[in-house]
């Protein structure tokens, strides 16, 4: 089974602090994925990578930066962490080319 | 604007009623069609997908979905629900080599 782990399922931050959120997949992945979730808006994408080191903005990038260092390892940063960023955070992973997207259980974010 | 377009936003059924969700997608050009379902403190799993062929999809869970190209639809639908379908359902578009997601539909099934 593909498995797609965050590393925490609920986070409580301050308005300003710096925010990492780690995603990490297990079946060799070379596409990896953040989004956001929020009441009646769906799923947003923040940021894309197809392979280490290779990022591509979504539909929301603005207050965000992503890192890819490793293929099973992508991490999403909040540089200065706002109220309106308060969310649930989503990571998914897939095959290259066209393919569905497997999802992590999701970090709900709350900045204060 | 492209978009994905999921028009009932919640649903609530009595167990055995039929189940129809609306789809709608304005993207051009080549699509692949998916549903997920995100059943209540779970993670989002897929239900179903069309990438070509027969336009009549049949996923888990006796869920299944038509692709009308022509309407651009992706409509879900399942014969006779169950209070374990309460959950809520997004349909997705996969074009150009991005993902674009409907709003959702929250679908609560009495029993």
């Known amino acids: 089974d593909v498995k797609v782990t965050q590393s925490s399922r609920y986070l409580v931050k301050r308005t300003g602090e710096k925010v990492f959120l780690e995603c990490v997949q297990d079946?060799?992945?070379?596409?990896m994925f953040w989004y956001r979730q929020d009441p009646g808006l769906g799923l947003r994408l923040i940021y894309f990578?197809?392979?280490?080191?290779?990022?591509e903005k979504g539909d929301i990038p603005e207050g965000y930066s992503v890192s890819r260092e490793k293929k099973e390892r992508f991490s999403l940063i909040l540089e200065s962490a706002s109220t309106n960023q308060t969310s649930m955070y989503l990571c998914?992973?897939?095959?290259?080319?066209?393919?569905?997207?497997?999802f992590g259980p999701g970090t709900r974010l709350t900045v204060l | 604007a492209q978009s994905v377009s999921q028009h009932n936003h919640h649903v609530i059924l009595s167990e055995a009623a039929s189940l129809e969700l609306g789809c709608n997608y304005s993207?051009?050009?080549?699509?692949?069609l998916f549903w997920y379902v995100q059943y209540p403190g779970q993670h989002l799993q897929l239900l179903l997908k069309?990438?070509?062929?027969?336009?009549l999809v049949k996923g888990i869970k006796g869920f299944e979905a038509e692709f009308i190209k022509s309407k651009f639809s992706f409509n879900l639908r399942k014969p006779s629900v169950q209070w374990s379908d309460t959950a809520e359902y997004f349909c997705?578009?996969?074009?150009?080599?991005?993902?674009?997601f409907g709003s959702g539909t929250k679908l609560n099934v009495k029993p």
């Open positions: 997705a578009v996969l074009n150009f080599n991005k993902f674009y």
């Open positions: 993207y051009g050009g080549t699509v692949n």
């Open positions: 990578s197809y392979d280490v080191k290779m990022k």
């Open positions: 998914a992973s897939s095959k290259q080319g066209l393919d569905e997207q497997f």
């Open positions: 079946m060799d992945h070379e596409n």
């Open positions: 069309y990438f070509s062929g027969d336009p």
